[in-house]
């Protein structure tokens, strides 16, 4: 039989994709075995998050972050070299949200973007009636797909403190777990009576939240969160990991779903405020 040379070409390159694959599966299965460097521990010293964490909690959170490490892409841009230590830090914090969940939902995360600080974004708006408006906005942070994360170096380490409720990290990376839901994480659409209790309380605080800011209270969720229920989820996530005793106790239907949800509970966890 013969084959025409294109098609040889794609056998050949799918048996050299399939054989990487194999292989790249293997190393990571290695690495995985190993300890975690102990000169990496020293590298997150800053992070507070992480310095609060069980040792079994930390042993999870390890094994996630090493995963993401192995498989995402951290470039630098505008200028921003990529160190060891920011990897580390941006990876360590992402996978405090996933440690217990499932340690692979970042696998169809190709890249993570560093900028020194703050970027703009170029952004077109179609409303309702098919008005168009064109612009741009200064940025901290962006979850373009489930493929590309944007962060600022300058607003991340402004997160590393842990205990302010702005962590730029967290909430990029509960924006990804919600792509990865489709969207079903924050889908107002199904909230009607009897709806889950995640729905249920995901809306309800959002309303609190709202009502507060119209009412120019101050609130320990950021009026940021008041947006729509996407941002309200992910700026939740920020302060249910940064400020969770107090979080536990103004908002206990939703820190009860956040709790189910994450597999953990940072009130929990040695210095949770």
């Known amino acids: ?153 300058e607003d991340v380490e402004a997160g590393l403190a842990g205990d302010d409720g702005y962590n730029v990290v967290l909430h990029e990376f509960a924006h990804h777990l919600d792509h990865l839901s489709d969207g079903a994480l924050t889908d107002g659409g199904s909230l009607v009576p009897g709806a889950d209790r995640w729905h249920t309380a995901l809306q309800a605080t959002y309303d609190e939240l709202c009502n507060a800011v119209d009412r120019d209270e101050d609130t320990l969720i950021d009026p940021y969160g008041a947006e729509d229920l996407t941002e309200f989820f992910a700026t939740a996530t920020e302060v249910f990991f940064e400020r969770a005793g107090e979080f536990r106790a103004a908002h206990p239907r939703l820190h009860a779903q956040l709790r189910e949800f994450y597999g953990v509970d940072p009130a929990d966890w040695s210095g949770g405020r």
């Open 1 to 153: 039989m013969i084959v025409h040379p294109a098609l040889a070409g794609l056998i050949a390159f799918a048996v050299l994709v399939a054989v990487w694959r194999v292989h790249s599966t293997r190393r990571l299965n290695r690495m995985l075995r190993e300890p975690f460097p102990p000169a990496w521990r020293a590298l997150l010293a800053r992070v507070r998050l992480y310095g609060c964490l069980p040792s079994a909690e930390r042993a999870r959170v390890e094994f996630a972050a090493r995963r993401l490490l192995h498989r995402t892409n951290f470039i630098g841009c505008g200028g921003l070299a990529v160190t060891d230590e920011m990897r580390l830090i941006v990876a360590t914090q992402a996978a405090l949200l996933v440690a217990h969940r499932d340690p692979r939902a970042y696998d169809a995360l190709y890249s993570v973007l560093l900028y020194p600080t703050e970027f703009v974004v170029e952004d077109r708006h179609e409303d309702e009636y098919g008005l168009v408006t064109e612009g741009s906005r200064t940025l901290s942070g962006q979850t373009i797909d489930l493929s590309r994360i944007v962060l600022s170096w």
